[in-house]
């Protein structure tokens, strides 16, 4: 009997980050198995991953040798296949390789109908369960674990959307700039009322202060008081000075 591959702790997963087209509707990415192989994998060894429906990874059984690779065109009845087949030296720690894997990125494969294994685009949702499988000249000699279900975005057909929001879109539109209309005018109503105003009030001020200005003011005229006439008799000195009352006569 055959010696069964070694399982690794290792469970394949889809990126975290934010990644453009990270999930599509034939398509999905999964973050590169780095320095899981090392110290199970030789010069010549190479590494799949296989693909299957999330129900139907248990019956998932793996190849004796390459040519026993279930391939892509036989996923609707086997309900699985392997693709992505890569020298195993691509995923040791020393090798620079970009950090995501896109499963389902060859069109080429529908199109043409190859009978090799290819990674063609996947032909529903799913959901799908994915592993990677280390094989050798006498087979596996080591596996992950597999994924959690990785489920798709399903297409949306051309004869579903409903033109209805785009046409209230439209509307809203419109009623919108009406509003920004009366709005422009009204503002322009109030600014030239308030305008009028000040400068009306400007105006009067202008004229009250020249009326002020030409008015003219008559007093009433107090003539200056005369000199009280001297008493007669009263005589004054020394000159200048007037007796309050007259000096009797002085006998002869």
Same mark, same amino acid.
């Given at each position: 009997?055959?010696?069964?591959?070694?399982?690794?702790?290792?469970?394949?997963?889809?990126?975290?980050?934010?990644?453009?087209?990270?999930?599509?509707?034939?398509?999905?990415?999964?973050?590169?198995?780095?320095?899981?192989?090392?110290?199970?994998?030789?010069?010549?060894?190479?590494?799949?991953?296989?693909?299957?429906?999330?129900?139907?990874?248990?019956?998932?059984?793996?190849?004796?040798?390459?040519?026993?690779?279930?391939?892509?065109?036989?996923?609707?009845?086997?309900?699985?296949?392997?693709?992505?087949?890569?020298?195993?030296?691509?995923?040791?720690?020393?090798?620079?390789?970009?950090?995501?894997?896109?499963?389902?990125?060859?069109?080429?494969?529908?199109?043409?109908?190859?009978?090799?294994?290819?990674?063609?685009?996947?032909?529903? =949702?799913?959901?799908?369960?994915?592993?990677?499988?280390?094989?050798?000249?006498?087979?596996?000699?080591?596996?992950?674990?597999?994924?959690?279900?990785?489920?798709?975005?399903?297409?949306?057909?051309?004869?579903?959307?409903?033109?209805?929001?785009?046409?209230?879109?439209?509307?809203?539109?419109?009623?919108?700039?009406?509003?920004?209309?009366?709005?422009?005018?009204?503002?322009?109503?109030?600014?030239?009322?308030?305008?009028?105003?000040?400068?009306?009030?400007?105006?009067?001020?202008?004229?009250?202060?020249?009326?002020?200005?030409?008015?003219?003011?008559?007093?009433?005229?107090? =003539?200056?008081?005369?000199?009280?006439?001297?008493?007669?008799?009263?005589?004054?000195? =020394?000159?200048?000075?007037?007796?309050?009352?007259?000096?009797?006569?002085?006998?002869?």
């Amino acid at each position: 009997l055959p010696t069964p591959p070694a399982r690794l702790p290792y469970v394949p997963r889809v990126p975290p980050m934010a990644l453009l087209g990270k999930v599509t509707a034939t398509t999905f990415a999964l973050e590169r198995p780095c320095c899981v192989f090392d110290g199970h994998a030789d010069a010549s060894d190479a590494v799949w991953l296989a693909v299957a429906f999330a129900n139907a990874s248990a019956a998932f059984r793996n190849p004796r040798s390459r040519a026993d690779v279930p391939p892509y065109k036989q996923l609707p009845t086997a309900r699985s296949y392997m693709t992505l087949e890569t020298a195993a030296a691509a995923y040791s720690c020393s090798a620079r390789s970009p950090p995501v894997l896109r499963v389902g990125d060859d069109t080429a494969c529908r199109d043409q109908g190859r009978q090799d294994p290819c990674n063609g685009p996947l032909p529903s =949702p799913g959901p799908y369960r994915v592993k990677f499988l280390l094989m050798g000249c006498r087979g596996p000699k080591a596996e992950t674990l597999w994924s959690e279900p990785i489920l798709l975005r399903r297409a949306v057909s051309p004869g579903t959307i409903d033109p209805v929001p785009t046409r209230r879109g439209s509307d809203v539109v419109v009623i919108a700039s009406i509003l920004a209309s009366l709005g422009a005018v009204l503002a322009a109503t109030v600014l030239g009322a308030l305008g009028a105003k000040v400068w009306g009030s400007l105006c009067h001020q202008d004229l009250g202060t020249d009326a002020f200005a030409r008015r003219s003011y008559r007093t009433h005229h107090i =003539p200056p008081a005369l000199p009280r006439p001297v008493p007669p008799g009263c005589r004054c000195s =020394p000159p200048g000075l007037c007796c309050s009352a007259p000096r009797p006569p002085s006998p002869c």
